[in-house]
């Protein structure tokens, strides 16, 4: 049997996935069982930052592996790796975030910081964004408003609002005194790359001060460098401080690893057995979290990434130009670009076709595919998945 007949099978499925296995890849491609090489413009959804088996990467992994995987009682006992992280960790936070925590994913991160965020304000009301995610858990699924999970579980968490992303009246309208938190992407990923007016995240921390409601800020798709900044709150032109960033995807280039980072004013809040995990902080994910963030500050790749990010928004903007009629909108920061259509099938059919034609590019809600290569993706391979991309436009337009 294949490996898609057996997991086909043995596996559960929850999406409807592409008829393809993948065995290995380097730097922005991949080869699938077959052996055919395929552009990465997904970087498993935004998590190989570095690209494929960087070999900073695998040596950070061999060489702590080698060591310690796993310290013994866990969280329990305290782990050098760990404390090396969270020094590093300081030099790119923002300032008023003191202290962090360790976790295995996104979700878990945002999971804890609703959890502590109810628990230290003694209020359970949230507010969210229309089309946002914060991931699949309970708590995450009940704060994220997207056509693909609002309302399968019900009933949710209770008192969650949402408002338009972006819309500082309509935030205004329903936070109150009752509000525990408040949680946003900076820009929101999974609903399509939507990036606010850029007074709104400020506008947001100040409606959170005024009724004492903490906010959460997520920075699980956007952080470690993808839209150009260390974090995409640094693109505020006012001084964001939040009392919570969630990170993950980046932060490890591929190790499932997690974090979030708080305020001193939380941490004091913060009570022993609050929170915490069998694999939280282990010795593996934080030694490759510090070569990581070390890489990414060494070779200053936010800086590389506005100037490549800027090149493929460019290219993207010229697609619209030569495909008006199919292409409704593009929108993008730095390496996180979305390609909006007029036809929403076209996405998932283009999804198809690129495949075919050797590019991996990442289907979102609504009609639009986004491009989310790693963050040292060349120039030339930039060219050649927009030559892919336009010769599947061109055919799709007859
Ligand atoms: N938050 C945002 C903004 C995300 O993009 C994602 C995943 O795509 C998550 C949370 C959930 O992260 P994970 O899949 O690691 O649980």
Redesign the pocket.
């Known amino acids: 049997m294949s490996t898609i007949d057996i997991e086909d099978s043995l596996g559960i499925t929850f999406c409807e996935r592409l008829p393809l296995a993948f065995t290995h890849g380097k730097g922005s491609q991949v080869w699938d069982e077959a052996g055919k090489a395929y552009l990465d413009f997904t970087s498993g959804?935004g998590v190989t930052c570095l690209g494929h088996s960087h070999p900073v990467v695998v040596a950070a992994i061999a060489a702590q592996a080698a060591r310690l995987m796993q310290s013994p009682n866990a969280g329990f006992t305290y782990s050098p790796e760990r404390a090396a992280l969270l020094q590093q960790l300081q030099q790119v936070l923002p300032a008023n975030l003191t202290n962090a925590f360790f976790c295995n994913?996104?979700?878990?991160a945002?999971d804890a910081a609703l959890k502590l965020a109810r628990k230290i304000t003694g209020k359970h009301k949230v507010v969210s964004t229309q089309g946002s995610?914060?991931?699949?858990s309970f708590n995450t699924l009940s704060v994220s408003r997207g056509p693909d999970n609002s309302s399968r579980y019900l009933p949710q968490l209770p008192d969650i609002s949402f408002v338009p992303h972006g819309d500082t009246p309509a935030l205004a309208a329903v936070i109150d005194d009752e509000t525990a938190s408040v949680i946003v992407?900076p820009i929101q990923?999974?609903g399509g790359v939507r990036i606010p007016p850029a007074a709104w995240l400020a506008e947001v921390q100040s409606l959170c001060r005024l009724h004492g409601a903490l906010l959460i800020v997520?920075e699980?798709?956007t952080g470690f460098c993808r839209t150009g900044k260390f974090f995409a709150v640094e693109h505020s032109p006012v001084l964001i401080e939040p009392d919570f960033m969630t990170m993950?995807?980046g932060i490890a280039a591929g190790f499932p690893f997690?974090a979030f980072a708080v305020s001193a004013g939380v941490n004091a809040r913060i009570q022993k057995d609050d929170h915490g995990g069998t694999y939280c902080g282990n010795p593996l994910g934080c030694a490759l979290s510090k070569t990581v963030i070390s890489y990414l500050l060494e070779h200053n790749i936010a800086g590389s990434v506005q100037l490549s990010g800027s090149y493929l928004s460019q290219a993207v903007l010229d697609l619209q130009a030569a495909f008006p009629h199919l292409i409704r909108e593009v929108r993008g920061l730095g390496l996180l670009c979305a390609i909006e259509f007029h036809e929403p099938a076209l996405a998932r059919q283009l999804t198809l076709r690129c495949a075919e034609a050797g590019l991996l590019v990442v289907p979102t809600r609504n009609g639009i595919i986004r491009l989310l290569p790693d963050l040292l993706v060349s120039r030339t391979d930039m060219e050649t998945a927009l030559t892919i991309l336009r010769t599947v436009l061109q055919e799709a337009a007859v």
Do not use: L
Request: glycine residues 16%.
């Open positions: 959804w994913s996104g979700a878990e945002n995610f914060h991931g699949r992407e990923g999974e997520d699980i798709q993950a995807k997690a």
